[in-house]
């Protein structure tokens, strides 16, 4: 279905237009509602893949391998053994296809696996039905709500936390698959 690999400069020009795409950055960062030039996207895809303490990988489909997206972990600290899980899939056409629980498996298991962490958390927007589905799948758990910390079409809503442990992920024997 789909495969991670690394993303390069290059891969700028597809977030060109999934930035631009409201329906597509509805949950996405805070920091793409306001890109809104290519001078803009640019400083940020270069940001990104400098960031330290990171992992980025673009998201492929695995017949084609075209960019569809990207996802990993960030704020990783090595003391903690902890991580922040996100992912963007700027391909409409991958929506509601499995490609974010399958994508969501595979860095949970990087993460716990070639990263050595033992939490990884993520939010979520309460409105992301979708994400919501797919975390929960991939073995997240809520661990709490952060009360109208987003605002969507000028509607505050809760932000979820959620978490999976190591333990946790080896006892549902989801470093198996």
Known sequence: MVKLAPLH???VVHFYTWLRDPEVIAYS????????TMQQID???AATLAQANTLNVGIYWAETNALIGYAGLSSISV???SGEYFIFIGEKAAWGKGVGTAVTKQIVHLGFTSHQLNRIMLTVSELNTGGLKAYTKAGFTLE?????AACWQGIF???????ILKAEW???GLGLE
């Open 9 to 11: 400069p290059e891969h």
């Open 157 to 163: 809503h809760d932000k979820l936390v959620m978490s």
């Open 79 to 81: 003391p903690n053994q």
């Open 170 to 172: 080896l006892a549902q």
């Open 43 to 45: 400083q940020w895809f």
């Open 144 to 148: 709490g709500r952060l009360r109208q």
């Open 29 to 36: 960062l805070s920091a793409f509602q306001s890109m809104k």
